[in-house]
């Protein structure tokens, strides 16, 4: 079974750093682009980057390119999303999604539980 | 970057009613379009990928069509668990965008 676990929720103040993981089970890990995808409360779904974990490859959207880190350990199956300095624009439910691909077509077939990031002083 | 342009952004339908939902591209993406939908506090489901492939599982009363830069997600007869949000989602040259999403309510 395919599975993406995300680490817990976090509550940071402005400045602050944090590591968001994502482990993959039940599949090649290498084999599959890993999305992370930001919701901010009472928003829509905004795609922040990919990465590949068999290369490293990774593609940022120019709204968050600089504004954080993705990155991958694939000896353990984990990706992680990072921020150097949190805002507490940056609240928000973080989801990472593996990208699926077939024979013309790319989608998100399967995500994490989601972790919440508060960011409050 | 392409824009993705959800219509109408709210959906106000009975239990029964027939619901299309539209997504245009700013510019050609072929068929590499998907469309979730999310409940409240729950984590996205992938429903079509395609334009027109329905996700296993997903019940038949879903559908995509559409190419280029238009497309729609029908749901034929709504269902009590079809409320929720719906997004579609582009996928061009390492880059994914997300439409606004569209909120079915109970009419």
């Known amino acids: 079974e395919v599975q993406l676990v995300q680490s817990g929720a976090e509550v940071k103040k402005p400045g602050e750093s944090l590591k968001i993981s994502c482990k993959g089970s039940g599949y090649s890990f290498t084999s599959n682009w890993i999305a992370w995808v930001r919701q901010m409360p009472g928003k829509g779904l905004e795609w922040m980057g990919i990465i590949h974990p068999g290369d490293f490859d990774t593609r940022y959207s120019p709204s968050f390119q600089g504004q954080v880190t993705i990155s991958v350990d694939k000896s353990i199956s984990t990706a992680y999303l990072q921020w150097g300095s949190l805002k507490a624009s940056d609240t928000a439910m973080y989801y990472c999604?593996?990208?699926?691909?077939?024979?013309?077509?790319?989608?998100?077939?399967?995500w994490g539980q989601g972790t919440p990031v508060t960011v409050s002083s | 970057d392409i824009q993705m342009t959800q219509s109408p952004s709210t959906l106000s339908a009975s239990v029964g009613d027939r619901v299309t939902i539209t997504c245009r591209a700013s510019q050609s993406i072929s068929s590499w379009l998907a469309w979730y939908q999310q409940k409240p506090g729950k984590v996205p489901k992938l429903l079509i990928y395609k334009a027109s492939s329905l996700e296993s599982g997903v019940p038949s009363r879903f559908s995509g069509s559409g190419s280029g830069t238009e497309f729609t997600l029908t749901i034929s007869s709504l269902q009590p668990d079809d409320f929720a949000t719906y997004y579609c989602q582009q996928y061009n040259s390492y880059s994914l965008t997300f439409g606004g999403g569209t909120k079915v309510e109970i009419k």
């Open positions: 999604a593996r990208l699926d691909t077939g024979s013309g077509w790319y989608a998100l077939g399967y």
